[in-house]
């Protein structure tokens, strides 16, 4: 690699990003809170096909935290409300902005039911039995 970046430290510096993002996830007003990791194991009991394996709680809340997820240069927020999931992408985008990095705004979108393409905020929603999915609509 010579004196030119390596793939490794982009990749640890964003890491670093992740941490900054997620700040303090027991502050009550962090909307990326929880205070409790469930796992939800094959050959449990208690396993529901229908929920992560491994996803954070709310107790406070009684429901599932809001998330965000990185793949390569894309940053994608979830959470179980249209309004969670807008103050988790505003969370995401003022720390990025922050710390001098590029965030892409424009590929972000107004969150939906019907589960769509990757281009856009993606949400889930668990109510009774049923799995509801939430993504940005088609572009025309």
């Not at 599932?64 to 994608?76: E, K």
């Not at 988790?88 to 922050?98: E, G, P, Q």
């Not at 281009?119 to 999915?133: F, I, T, V």
């Amino acid at each position: 690699m010579e004196f030119k970046p390596s793939p490794f430290v982009c990749t640890q510096t964003f890491a670093w990003s992740e941490e900054i993002i997620v700040g303090d996830h027991l502050e009550i007003g962090n909307p990326i809170y929880w205070d409790k990791v469930i796992l939800n194991l094959l050959g449990t009991k208690e396993y529901n096909p229908t929920i992560p394996r491994v996803y954070r709680w709310k107790s406070r809340q009684n429901r599932m935290a809001c998330f965000f997820g990185t793949y390569i240069d894309d940053i994608r927020t979830g959470g179980l409300t249209e309004a969670s999931c807008k103050a988790t992408s505003r969370r995401v985008t003022s720390r990025i902005n922050y710390l001098g990095q590029q965030d892409a705004a424009r590929k972000r979108g107004q969150s939906a039911q019907q589960l769509r393409a990757w281009a856009g905020a993606k949400c889930c929603s668990l109510e009774g039995n049923r799995l509801h999915a939430f993504s940005t609509q088609k572009n025309g």
